[in-house]
């Protein structure tokens, strides 16, 4: 299931997440992980632009929460550029992604629930490319 709103009425019997946003977002992902259940399995992807933004985000056991500091990324391969914001999340989502999904059969009928947060324009492709999947639209991530 893709969740496509700032504020999703996520499920208590959601087992299976990946939340993904920016600092904008670190609010509602830490009010979705306290509905959990604590058999609850996934991941969560945060980027901030430094360290400084990180703080402490509670989450079931099995449940990894992942920091992308974009000022120790690199942008586009081979340019010398910085990391420009939503890059650094669109390559962990779809590599998870990539990962744990070998086909969109998989990751439509699975019980997984996405949720990516931020700005309206924030990883804009990341999430157009997820809502075609679940929307069981031909092309994959």
């Known amino acids: 299931m893709f969740l496509d709103t700032r504020e999703p009425a996520l499920q208590p019997s959601a087992t299976r997440i990946l939340f993904a946003g920016d600092s904008s977002s ?10 959990l259940p604590i058999c609850a399995r996934g991941q969560v992807f945060i980027e901030v632009a430094d360290a400084s933004e990180i703080v402490p985000v509670t989450a079931p056991g099995r449940v990894s929460v992942t920091w992308l500091d974009r000022s120790r990324r690199s942008g586009r391969p081979g340019t ?62």
């Open 80 to 141: 010398g550029e910085r990391c420009t914001s939503g890059v650094a999340l669109d390559r962990a989502v779809r590599a998870w992604v990539e990962e744990f999904f070998v086909d969109r059969e998989s990751l439509v009928d699975g019980d997984y629930v996405f949720w990516i947060g931020g700005p309206a324009g924030f990883a804009y492709d990341l999430r157009h490319d997820l809502a075609e999947a679940f929307n069981a639209a031909p092309s994959a991530l």
């Open 26 to 35: 670190i609010d509602d992902i830490q009010t979705m992980l306290e509905v």
